[in-house]
Each structure stands twice: as structure tokens, then as C-alpha cells.
């Protein structure tokens, strides 16, 4: 990828475009004679063999890259910083028949982890109790109510998943009642972990390379270790106990990765793509019900997974129950699974309304308190906000004002509930764990693009001047080479299926392995309309007649909308990625517009709105 960005040469002239951003080709000249490279060495299109270039394959690799398969890109498990001794006890239990209890966090990753689990240990006929806690009343990680309970009910493994790296507490109070701990996670980690066997790609003595995993991503390679030693070393499996089908597994493992925002590279991408495969077949009963419920039609996609599945599986542990999104991915009986799906799509309507509100006076604050040019991170806050929720608003606040964003929830006794989403090139967990250890919070952790944090009012003001001082460079540096990177330049007739198709083969799309993005230079805004929940529909047109219809998300109140509005007629650039809007016989090729400009260079007179 170019790493001179700031000396590269705007694309079609756009230095500064209706959202304030230079537009950059992705590739250098490096990068350009790469992907002359790709295209003659293997055959590949122009266009695929730019999209390639441009996120750092080369002709040596280009073949694996467009066939991710575990067989080339599934490391040995036991890379994994005890991994050996994780492996040892889970078997261990399961030859013994001993009961496992499996505590989850009540997030899509923890729920398919869970699950995940689940499967397995009952396809071993293994006793597996499982507890997603609630957000409100448990708060999130294991607490010792919840393990005491697990005992009683006769548990002698406890495996905490997307979850335990910092529940010293907890997990020395497991020990104490007669609980094995085990962590399965994949947050950032102090030096001083708790007394468990903790496996964790990002522990900072594992030099596995696999921090890019979510935690569903982490119980798989740890069940791989455990079928291995179950198979090979124990002959634990038989005819009449046959070996689970550990790949049945990777629809669960796909829906958290993608949910989880998890970088789509190395095994992500064999994880993701074998994944969605599974779920064109169909066979989770929990998860067809649930895509019909939210009314997907043909072949889920990653979009399905992040803006339809995610969000209701969500929903559970958002604002009712927590263990609905688990118990609705383990089901096998049809008509409990559509019961709990049809529970989930009710949560999530609900969940939305509250999002709406809240995030409302979220944005009065922000305006109200935000100097645009000085102001380093976005917090906002309120008294009976929904705990729930505020890891939306932070994210929806994240993308207006493009800073770091908190949201955070205040109880009666004056305890804030927060969680924080950050930006490219700013590390949010690491700041959030500093100002735990400095006292300022009451607890806090989490990954470098979010975080969660528990905070008395009296020590609200204290934690944003700790982020003004602790991110004010990173955030100063991350707008600063703010742009907005184009693969190719694209007409509108261009635009087809077979493009598309095409395209697909660099994929799966998302965190990491970023979806391409064309710019259709000189298109006439022929027809701009609002649609659905303050969408924007838009009809472009090129020099030679053919059309494109595009839509901006959630744009109508924002500044692309009303330039929009303001360049019907006019001669503009466009910018984004595309999808394919319609199946079969009715595919129709839609421009997800990201950014615009006049044609003429000059953003006047609609450009900085």
C-alpha cells in the first residue's frame, strides 16, 4: 500500500472533498507494477489485480490469497501460549464425564463461543452448563455468584469465553469452590494474568500471531487441540462415539468474526469464507430462522451478518435476556428456535427506539460542548440512559464527528456504565486500561478500536482530561492523514454483475481487507431522494447515458445528504464501494456512495456543508 500518502497525487484532482477528505489513489508505483504483475503471472483482470495490489498481495501469494483454505492457513493450535495445557484439561474432562461450565460474555462473540462449546461437549456427551450474565444486574466477566452456583451444580471445569483475562477475582474464587479455570479470550491483557490456564493470542508472552482472532476463533483452534489429543493420543473416538464434525462449527465461527469487526486476514479469511459457505446450505436451524425473520433473501452475505444477524442475536444481551442469543444457535428444535428468533426481532425494534432516543441527546451534547478543531474525543453521558445501548451511541458518535466516542449510562447511585469506539491509528483499550490502573475508573478494558469502562460521576471530568492528554497526538495524527483511498476509477456502464463476480474473488470484504472502492468521475445527478430511516437514494448518470443507482446510508441530516441535494443537476465525483442489490434474474448493481465532489474541483456550491 502507498505509504507517502501526504506527497501522492489527489485522485481526479480531489483535495478536499464534500466531507473535508483528500482522495488518494491506493497505489504507488510500487504498488502499480505489482498489480501489472498479478494480472500477467496469473491471469487475473486489471481491475481484481489492482484491488489485490492494493492490500499487499503480490504475485507469489495471489493464488492462495483467492483461495483461503484451513488446510494452508490453520496453524498448529499448540502455537498458542498454553494451549497444551488447555487442551489436556478439556479432554481430560470429557473422558471423565465431568461437568463443564461454560461462561460467556453477551456479545455475538461470546454467544457463538458459547455455542461453539455447546455443540462440541454434547456431541461428546459431555454435561455442559452454560451462563451468558446480564449486562445490568452481573455486569460483564465472570462473577463469583455465578461460579458459586456452577459448583453446586456439580461443575469441575470452568471455561470463561471472549472473557476472564482480567477476572483475577473471580477466578481465584472458582479455584476456591473446586472449579478449574480456563480462559479462552481474545481482549488486550496485563502483564499479570489471572491464576488460570489463559489462553490468549494477545497475552503479551503469546507470540502465536493470531491476535487478529476473535474469541469464537480461539475455542476453535482450541477444539481443534482437544479433538486432536481426544483422537490421536486417547482413541477416545469410535464407531459408536464418532469424532464431531469440527467444520459444521465455522458458520458460528463466520457470524463472530464478522460481528466482532475482526480483521479479515490470514485464517480470518479461510474462517469467514468456509463460514458462509455453511450458511448457503442452511443447516443451523437457528440462524436460517433468524435470516428469515430479518427478511434476507438469497446468499448471506457479510453485510447479513453485521447489520441483520449480528444486531439481534445482540439484542438479547442489549436489553432482555442475555442467553437467548447462545440458546437460539445451539437449538436443534424448530419450533423453540423460532420462538427465541422471533423474540430477538421484537428485543431489536425495541433496541432501536432506544438507540434513537438516546442517541438524540447524545448528539445535543456533543454539539453543544465540541470545539471541532481542539476536541479530542467525544463524551457524552446521561442519567437513565440504557446500559445497553451506549456502545451503539459511542459508535454512531464515532462516525459522525470521526473521533473517539463514549457513551456512557448513569445509574441512581451515580455509577456510569460506558462503552468507548475508536479510530483507525487510535488505540482505545490501552488508554482505558491506563486509566484504570491509575484509579480514575472503576474498571476498564477492552481492544484498540473499543472499550468498556465503569465510572463514578465524580470522576467523569478526570477521565476526559485523561483522554485529551493521553490521545490528543494519536487523534491529531489519525485526522491528519485522514483520506479516503480509491482502488480504480469506474464507470457507470462498467457497473454490472460480472464486475462484481470478479471482485468477490479478493474477498470476504470487511475489517482488515477493506471492500474496494471506485470513484465515477463526471456523473450527472439526474434524480436524489430521501428513503427508509433517513437514507438518501441517488441516480447517476455518465457522459454517455448509462445510469447507476446509488444510496447513502443514514445521510438525509448529514452533510453528504444535503449536498446531495444541493448538486441535483449538477456534474459530480462519486466515491464508494459496490453491492449487488437484487438475486438472480433481478441483479442490479448498487454505488454505496462513501464521499463526493464537484466535477469541477471547486466544493462550491454545496460542497463543505
Excluded at 471472549?162 to 476456591?176: F, I, R, V
Excluded at 437514507?535 to 438525509?556: N, Q, S, W, Y
Aim: with cysteine; aromatic share 4%.
Amino acid at each position: 500500500m502507498n505509504e507517502s500518502l501526504s506527497a501522492a497525487r489527489a485522485f481526479l484532482g480531489v483535495e478536499h472533498s464534500v466531507l473535508g477528505r483528500p482522495w488518494r489513489g491506493r497505489l504507488d508505483a510500487l504498488g502499480e507494477a505489482r498489480a501489472l504483475a498479478i494480472a500477467q503471472v496469473h491471469g487475473i483482470g486489471d481491475l481484481l489485480s489492482r484491488v489485490l495490489a492494493g492490500r499487499g498481495v503480490t504475485p507469489g501469494n495471489a493464488q492462495d490469497y483467492l483461495e483461503p483454505t484451513l488446510q494452508k492457513l490453520l496453524p498448529d493450535p499448540y502455537c498458542l501460549k498454553d494451549m497444551e495445557a488447555a487442551a489436556k484439561r478439556i479432554a481430560g474432562a470429557i473422558e471423565r464425564g465431568e461437568t463443564v461450565a461454560v461462561f460467556g460474555d453477551y456479545d455475538v462473540d461470546g454467544a457463538a463461543a458459547s455455542a461453539l462449546l455447546h455443540d462440541y461437549f454434547r456431541a461428546c456427551g459431555t454435561p455442559c452448563l452454560i451462563h451468558i450474565p446480564d449486562r445490568i444486574l452481573e455486569g460483564y466477566g465472570p462473577n463469583a455468584e455465578a461460579i458459586q452456583n456452577f459448583a453446586r451444580e456439580g461443575a469441575k471445569l470452568l471455561v470463561t469465553v471472549d472473557c476472564g483475562t482480567m477476572s483475577h477475582a473471580p477466578l481465584t474464587e472458582a479455584a476456591k469452590v473446586g472449579l478449574d479455570p480456563i480462559v479462552l479470550d481474545h481482549h488486550q491483557a496485563p502483564e499479570v494474568l489471572p491464576e488460570a490456564i489463559v489462553v490468549n493470542p494477545n497475552r503479551q508472552d503469546d507470540l502465536s500471531g493470531l491476535g487478529y482472532l476473535c474469541a469464537t476463533g480461539v475455542v476453535f483452534m482450541t477444539l481443534v487441540a482437544v479433538q486432536r489429543r481426544l483422537s490421536r493420543e486417547r482413541g477416545f473416538f469410535s464407531a459408536s462415539r464418532p469424532m464431531p464434525d469440527l467444520l459444521a462449527g465455522l458458520d458460528l465461527v463466520a457470524l463472530a468474526t464478522v460481528a466482532d469487526v475482526a480483521p479479515l486476514t490470514g485464517l480470518n479469511r479461510a474462517f469467514v469464507d468456509k463460514g458462509l459457505a455453511l450458511m448457503r446450505a442452511r443447516g443451523r436451524p437457528g440462524l436460517r430462522i433468524l435470516g428469515d425473520i430479518a427478511g434476507i433473501a438469497g446468499p448471506p452475505t457479510l453485510y447479513h451478518l453485521g447489520f441483520l444477524i449480528g444486531p439481534r442475536i445482540n439484542a438479547g444481551g442489549r436489553i432482555g435476556d442475555a442467553a437467548l442469543g447462545t440458546r437460539l444457535l445451539s437449538l436443534t428444535d424448530l419450533v423453540e428456535a423460532r420462538r427465541i428468533a422471533e423474540a430477538l426481532d421484537r428485543l431489536n425494534r425495541e433496541r432501536r427506539e432506544l438507540e434513537r432516543a438516546t442517541l438524540e441527546e447524545a448528539l445535543r451534547q456533543a454539539l453543544d460542548r465540541l470545539d471541532m478543531e481542539s476536541s479530542t474525543v467525544i463524551v457524552a453521558a446521561g442519567d437513565g440512559w440504557h446500559p445497553g445501548i451506549v456502545g451503539l451511541v459511542a459508535s454512531r458518535l464515532k462516525e459522525k464527528f470521526r473521533r473517539p466516542a463514549f457513551a456512557i449510562a448513569f445509574d441512581a447511585n451515580g455509577m456510569g456504565t460506558g462503552s468507548g469506539r475508536s479510530i483507525p491509528g487510535v488505540d482505545l483499550g490501552r488508554v482505558v486500561r491506563a486509566a484504570a490502573e491509575a484509579g480514575i475508573l472503576v474498571k476498564g478494558g477492552g481492544h484498540a478500536m473499543a472499550a468498556g469502562i465503569a465510572v463514578a460521576r465524580e470522576r467523569l471530568r478526570d477521565f476526559e482530561c485523561f483522554l485529551e492528554e493521553n490521545l490528543s497526538q494519536a487523534v491529531a495524527a489519525a485526522r491528519v492523514g485522514e483520506t479516503l483511498l480509491i482502488d480504480a476509477p469506474l464507470t457507470a456502464a462498467s457497473a454490472n454483475a460480472n464486475l462484481l463476480a470478479g471482485l468477490a474473488r479478493g474477498g470476504p470484504y470487511g475489517a482488515g481487507n477493506p471492500e474496494p472502492v471506485f470513484a465515477l468521475p463526471a456523473h450527472r445527478l439526474a434524480d436524489v431522494a430521501e428513503v427508509g430511516n433517513g437514507h438518501v437514494r441517488l441516480r447517476a448518470v455518465a457522459g454517455d447515458g448509462a445510469k447507476i443507482d446509488g444510496i447513502a446510508f443514514r445521510a438525509a441530516s448529514e452533510p453528504i445528504g444535503r449536498a446531495l441535494y444541493g448538486a441535483r443537476g449538477s456534474l459530480v465525483h462519486l466515491a464508494g464501494t459496490l453491492a449487488n442489490n437484487g438475486f438472480g434474474a433481478k441483479d442490479l448493481v448498487q454505488l454505496r456512495l462513501l464521499d463526493m465532489a464537484p466535477a469541477d474541483g471547486l466544493c462550491q456550491p454545496f460542497g463543505r456543508v
